[in-house]
């Protein structure tokens, strides 16, 4: 028998391939699924079943190219209602793999058709449960993503303490737990950085396996939900009614473009030119208009919380050999609509003539020294809340990179403004956001609030202050 865990950081998410006696599931792909075709082929085995455990809002699954590649069952928990052909398989059937079976658990909560999948060996003994956004290592799943009708979040959490109290918490202790996502998805609001734990040490950790009645579970779980990115609900849509194979849309969107056809594709079909370099290199020098998300950092979830038209047309600038990674992971996220790349990266667009803007960058200390010299500054803290609550530069405005969007009018239209994060990652992203939408006074705290607080040329508070409005 093999379990095998497939993480992918960026996207903070968990897929899982499982075989045994030659024949293969795959737990919730995502979307490029050659890996998952070749890590059966090199072990003679047959991929059964694609299993799903819900209609995911975070990723697009890679379900449908896998089953019409392997020929594999695509398989829901009860309530699903995929456009393809699936099947929707009923609380607490087996399915048969090679010398093991999986066991169906249906437990809605955090969507009404939320299933788990029990692993149970060859001896007959319950070894690991894939939980996908049921339960996560140190959360469960927010109740928030699947209201409907007269259903509230409330109601979604209700049936998710029943799930939780009547399904997995009466597994035996030393079942191993497989989520479908850690720390730094925004499926959840308190996931641990490990990526599987056991139900019994769950049940002592996890905040949500303690709660005692279900009005203290509702209280707690559906606390401090932060709004979800707005591309959630387009990658339901997808994941339900199936979408574009990512081979075709890879072969479509891995054309090489010169600089003049960018200029033209950016006037004449309002093209955004999406710079995927590190941001060191690009507060240097890049292509007016262009908006910042780097490829090193959380690239598909900035995407989709930031660009919050799915369909946008996008032109790819990226370090020379990285343009189809960047289109791979656009693609998990369901932003297909990729129209090429800058052939030969930034040092063509130079050659060209091709126009530059560039982000101003100081130093803390050089921040220091406008404050103590009593010179009017527009600081700016684009950090997460939990991040400013626990401690922010003195009168900083509280404008969190999640809802720029919301918070344009805060910027000052005359003098400067002072943007920092917490290293120099979303505080670049952000400023490229407002340079593109004509805010250009802005400048970049060099090393964010790291360095700000270890230069001690700023005073730094501790207590939470009011956000901007």
């Known amino acids: 028998m093999i379990v095998e865990q497939i993480y992918t950081g960026c996207l903070a998410q968990g897929a899982y391939y499982i075989e045994s006696n030659g024949e293969a599931a795959v737990i919730d792909p995502l979307r490029a699924v050659q890996s998952y075709i070749d ?18 809002a975070d990723f697009v699954s890679g379900h449908v190219d896998l089953a019409k590649k392997t020929g ?15 099947y929707i398989a009923n609380d607490g059937e087996i399915l048969p793999l090679g010398d093991i079976s999986i066991k169906v658990l249906h437990t809605p909560g955090h969507t009404f058709e939320s299933t788990c999948y029990l692993l149970i060996n060859a001896d007959g003994k319950p ?22 009708g007269n ?38 609001k308190n996931m641990s950085r490990e990526t599987w734990d056991t139900i019994g040490n769950q049940k002592k950790v996890n905040y949500a396996l303690r709660a005692e009645t279900k009005e203290q579970f509702i209280s707690e779980v559906t606390d401090g939900l932060a709004p979800p990115p707005y591309y959630f609900p387009e990658n339901v849509k997808l994941n339900k009614t199936g979408y574009e194979s990512f081979d075709s849309v890879l ?30 290199d690009f507060v240097q020098g890049f292509i007016p208009g262009s908006v910042f998300i780097g490829i090193g950092g959380d690239f598909a979830p900035w995407v989709g919380t930031l660009i919050r038209d799915i369909h946008q047309p996008l032109i790819i600038v ?76 003195e009168n900083a405005r509280f404008t969190p990179l999640s809802y720029l969007n919301d918070h344009m009018e805060a910027f000052q239209r005359e003098g400067s403004n002072y943007i920092h994060c917490a290293s120099g990652f979303r505080s670049v992203i952000a400023i490229s956001i407002l340079k593109a939408r004509g805010i250009h006074n802005v400048v970049n705290i060099g090393g964010g609030f790291k360095a700000i607080k270890e230069s001690g040329a700023v005073p730094v508070t501790d207590f939470v202050c009011s956000s901007a409005q």
């Open 39 to 56: 890590m059966a082929s090199r072990n003679g085995a047959k991929v059964k079943y694609v299993l799903e455990t819900h209609f995911h």
């Open 72 to 86: 594999a069952k695509i398989v829901f928990g009860p309530k699903a209602e995929p456009a393809f052909d699936a």
């Open 127 to 148: 070894c690991c449960v894939f939980t996908g956004d049921t339960l996560f290592i140190g959360d469960v799943g927010r109740p928030d993503l699947a209201q409907k």
């Open 151 to 188: 259903i509230t979040e409330k109601d979604l959490a209700g049936m998710l303490f029943e799930s939780l109290n009547t399904k997995l918490k009466k597994l035996p202790d030393d079942v191993i737990v497989y989520p479908a996502h850690g720390a730094g998805s925004a499926c959840g």
């Open 251 to 280: 072969e479509r969107s891995f054309k090489a473009l010169q600089p003049r056809e960018i200029s033209f594709l950016v006037s004449e079909e309002t093209a955004l030119i999406l710079d995927t370099r590190h941001q060191n």
């Open 318 to 393: 990226a370090d020379p050999g990285k343009e189809q990674e960047v289109i791979t992971r656009l693609s998990r996220v369901g932003y297909d609509n990729v129209l090429g790349y800058l052939e030969g990266g930034m040092e063509i667009w130079k050659m060209s003539g091709g126009e530059l803007d560039n982000i101003e960058t100081i130093t803390a200390d050089n921040l220091g020294s406008l404050v103590n010299n009593d010179q009017e500054t527009n600081i700016f803290d684009v950090r997460r809340e939990g991040e400013y609550e626990a401690e922010h530069v």
